[in-house]
């Protein structure tokens, strides 16, 4: 039987899976088998600069974390696998979706967005979609649209008052 001190030690890490459930946008469960120390220390450092981490727990613990919150992710659980947690939805979406382009021995396996269980088509679309920036470029772009047609038509339409 195991001692009291690491019972408590892992219930510890089940509760810090928990909070960092509770306080991320987005989860992806992905296999980094066959990556490189400095390859995952690569990814690491990306993610860092979106406020989003990497981190490795057993699966047993992740399971019984995963459990309390009444989260099933049967069938991913197997073998070696990392959890990347996310502050925002998008952008450590698309950081680790462009990693596992370029990295074909990283497999993305299932997510965790707002909540929801996400496959692998859900991860795809949310990668997928451009960032902020670029929506706001396309929104600013659409609407100069309008207004470029408004002023070239109250421009005609005082030629014609002239005449």
Same mark, same amino acid.
């Given at each position: 039987?195991?001692?009291?001190?690491?019972?408590?030690? %892992?219930?510890?890490? $089940?509760?810090?899976?928990?909070?960092?459930?509770?306080?991320?946008?987005? +989860?992806?469960?992905?296999? #980094?088998?066959?990556?490189? +120390?400095?390859?995952?220390?690569?990814?690491?450092?990306?993610?860092?600069k979106?406020?989003?981490? +990497?981190?490795?727990?057993?699966?047993?613990?992740?399971?019984?974390?995963?459990?309390?919150?009444?989260?099933?992710? @049967? =069938?991913?659980? @197997?073998?070696?696998?990392?959890?990347?947690? /996310?502050?925002?939805?998008?952008?450590?979406?698309?950081?680790?979706?462009?990693?596992?382009?370029?990295?074909? %021995?990283?497999?993305?396996?299932? /997510?965790?967005?707002? =909540?929801? $269980?996400?496959?692998?088509? $859900?991860?795809?679309d #949310?990668?997928?979609?451009?960032?902020?920036?670029?929506?706001?470029?396309?929104?600013? /772009?659409?609407?100069?649209?309008?207004?470029?047609?408004?002023?070239?038509s109250?421009?005609? #339409?005082? @030629?014609?008052?002239?005449?």
């Amino acid at each position: 039987m195991a001692s009291a001190s690491v019972l408590e030690s %892992k219930k510890q890490i $089940v509760d810090e899976i928990i909070s960092k459930l509770d306080n991320s946008e987005s +989860v992806i469960l992905f296999s #980094y088998q066959g990556l490189t +120390v400095s390859e995952f220390d690569e990814l690491r450092k990306e993610l860092k600069k979106e406020d989003s981490e +990497v981190k490795i727990y057993k699966n047993t613990l992740l399971k019984r974390a995963l459990d309390e919150k009444n989260i099933s992710l @049967e =069938g991913f659980l @197997e073998g070696p696998n990392a959890l990347l947690f /996310g502050k925002s939805l998008l952008e450590p979406i698309k950081i680790i979706s462009e990693f596992a382009k370029n990295h074909d %021995k990283m497999e993305i396996r299932v /997510g965790i967005i707002s =909540g929801d $269980v996400a496959d692998i088509n $859900v991860i795809k679309d #949310y990668a997928s979609i451009p960032s902020r920036e670029g929506l706001l470029t396309m929104l600013a /772009g659409g609407m100069m649209q309008y207004v470029k047609d408004l002023s070239i038509s109250l421009n005609l #339409y005082a @030629e014609q008052l002239e005449k």
